[in-house]
T-cell receptor, first 112, second 114 residues
Framework: NAGVMQNPRHLVRRRGQEARLRCSPVKGHSHVYWYRQLPEEGLKFMVY????????ESGMPKERFSAEFPKEGPSILRIQQVVRGDSAAYFC??????????FGPGTRLTVL | GQQLNQSPQSMFIQEGEDVSMNCTSS?????WLWYKQDPGEGPVLLIA?????ELTSNGRLTAQFGITRKDSFLNISASIPSDVGIYFCAGQLTGSSNTGKLIFGQGTTLQVKP
């Protein structure tokens, strides 16, 4: 019974490069949420997706960030032209229904 | 936007002691959840509360959903070294006009001295 999978676990990028983070939800879960955690802080909501649809992107920066959850394959969080302030842990959570979200191990992004 | 105030920010206790932490909000939620995060890992769900006034236990953990729907607390009894970690509360609004996103508190860092 596999949980939420995220890869890579660690990602290093230079300023200006693209970062692509992948999330495979629990089998059968159709709701995916992305959160960002800065050092010493709680998690902040970024975006909520269902298969092929973005439902709520109110927490996503307006520029450089995008997310998708295709019919087949993992959900992808894409950050273009990364800057040092993008360095954080990015967590994906999935749920079958609204209530209980189960989190992946996260991707730690470091921008040099 | 909605904010949660979680306290205390950190605790350093002796093994065997009981621990209590709480979260308050300026607005109501219809679900409260408590998570634990170990270093380098994602949050793990400990307890979920769905009804105002609900008191739920999971082993040595007990959590309550406040009557006003604006607060929740978590108690850990007889702490052990593996309880070390960061505990987060999270509030959630569900239903047709809400998306179920979680609003997290700032976390309580727990250290247990053997």
């Amino acid at each position: 019974n596999a949980g939420v999978m995220q890869n890579p676990r660690h990602l290093v990028r230079r300023r200006g490069q693209e970062a692509r983070l992948r999330c495979s939800p629990v089998k059968g879960h159709s709701h995916v949420y992305w959160y960002r955690q800065l050092p010493e802080e709680g998690l902040k909501f970024m975006v909520y997706l269902q298969k092929e649809n973005i439902i709520d992107e109110s927490g996503m920066p307006k520029e450089r960030f995008s997310a998708e959850f295709p019919k087949e394959g993992p959900s992808i969080l894409r950050i273009q032209q990364v800057v040092r302030g993008d360095s954080a842990a990015y967590f994906c959570a999935s749920s079958l229904i609204y209530n209980e979200q189960f989190f992946g191990p996260g991707t730690r992004l470091t921008v040099l | 936007g909605q904010q949660l105030n979680q306290s205390p920010q950190s605790m350093f206790i002796q093994e065997g002691e009981d621990v209590s932490m709480n979260c308050t909000s300026s607005s109501i939620f219809n679900t409260w959840l408590w998570y634990k995060q170990d270093p380098g890992e994602g949050p793990v769900l400990l307890i979920a509360l769905y009804k105002a006034g609900e008191l739920t236990s999971n082993g040595r953990l007990t959590a309550q959903f406040g009557i006003t729907r604006k607060d929740s607390f978590l108690n850990i009894s007889a702490s052990i070294p593996s309880d070390v970690g960061i505990y987060f509360c999270a509030g959630q609004l569900t239903g047709s006009s809400n998306t179920g996103k979680l609003i997290f508190g700032q976390g309580t860092t727990l250290q247990v001295k053997p």
